[in-house]
């Protein structure tokens, strides 16, 4: 098999995607910190808080800077596991890593909020996401949206802002603005897996090649251009994926769709686990407070009997 290395540092490490990744982190440090104390209404930084949107950050750049990226056009299934991450992870770590006084800043701006307001209904977020989810993954939308550069950043932008939607009503915690409650979380997130479910099996029991940009040669080196500069690609004399892998392509397919399956599990699994513990917790701190309304209600209703 042929070395990744061929297609050079560039393709490798989007040197200028770790720049602004790491300025974007400097500039949430400035803002959260050493600026902090010039807007209204801000609070000191939690290191949760920091932690969960460096971690963001930084498998944002794993999943689409690093070689992870360019052997996500090579095979389907690392491609599966980068948009699993992409869409079911990074976004709630981003809107948990951003303090509530600065998501209030930001939705102070009247469009900003009339747009969260709208695209984060709780049922509206989840329908618009897995119809987003299933649309991209039809062979002739993938296919077409991988051989034009400023279509596929355009699509992953949009999916990306619909799963953050997704998500929002379930992370966020400013008053006011759309939640779910309580154990309606553990729904909406089941609710979640099974509206993505359809396309997952789709693909896993494809029994021929859905994608031409992973298995015919010409789409494939097209779609390469989207993560290699077409200079270096013109030096290369490359036929096609099977120079870097020896999985069939049917076989990558399939293993993809179960990839993408077992990791929504385990990152729905580890939410609906903190969802639950969190409720738990709460009915056995507020027992006495629930306990007495119980019992101010049973009154009530035999005073009026």
């Not at 939690?46 to 949107?53: G, N």
């Not at 990074?90 to 809107?95: D, E, G, T």
């Not at 056995?284 to 007495?292: K, V």
């Amino acid at each position: 098999m042929m070395p990744l290395n061929i297609f050079g540092f560039q393709a490798l490490w989007s040197p200028y995607l770790l720049a602004f990744t790491l300025l974007i982190i400097g500039v949430y440090f400035l803002f959260t910190i050493k600026m902090r104390n010039r807007f209204e209404g801000s609070q000191p930084l939690k290191i949760k808080e920091a932690i969960a949107f460096v971690s963001a950050l930084i498998l944002f750049y794993a999943v689409k800077g690093s070689p992870v990226d360019l052997l996500a056009h090579i095979l389907f299934s690392v491609h599966m596991v980068q948009m699993a991450l992409l869409l079911m992870l990074i976004p709630a770590l981003f809107i948990s890593g951003i303090p509530p006084w600065m998501w209030r800043k930001f939705l102070s701006v009247k469009v900003f909020k009339a747009v969260f307001r709208f695209f984060t209904k709780p049922i509206l977020a989840l329908l618009v996401f897995s119809a987003f989810f299933s649309v991209y993954h039809l062979p002739v939308v993938l296919d077409t949206i991988k051989l034009h550069e400023w279509l596929h950043s355009l699509v992953t932008f949009i999916l990306f802002l619909s799963a953050l939607f997704l998500w929002w009503p379930i992370v966020n915690k400013l008053e006011g603005e759309n939640q779910v409650h309580g154990l309606k979380k553990i729904g909406y997130i089941i609710g979640s897996a099974i509206l993505i479910t359809p396309a997952c099996a789709l693909i896993i029991f494809a029994t021929n090649p859905m994608y031409s940009t992973y298995s015919n040669g010409e789409a494939w080196l097209k779609a390469m251009e989207l993560c290699v500069p077409a200079s270096t690609l013109s030096t290369l004399n490359l036929s096609g994926p099977e120079l870097f892998t020896n999985m069939p392509v049917v076989e990558d397919q399939q293993l993809g769709g179960v990839i993408m399956k077992i990791i929504q599990e385990v990152i729905y699994g580890v939410f609906l686990a903190m969802i639950f513990f969190q409720w738990y917790k709460s009915e056995q701190d507020n027992a006495d407070e629930i306990t007495q309304k119980a019992l101010e209600d049973r009154q009530a209703i035999a005073s009026h009997q």
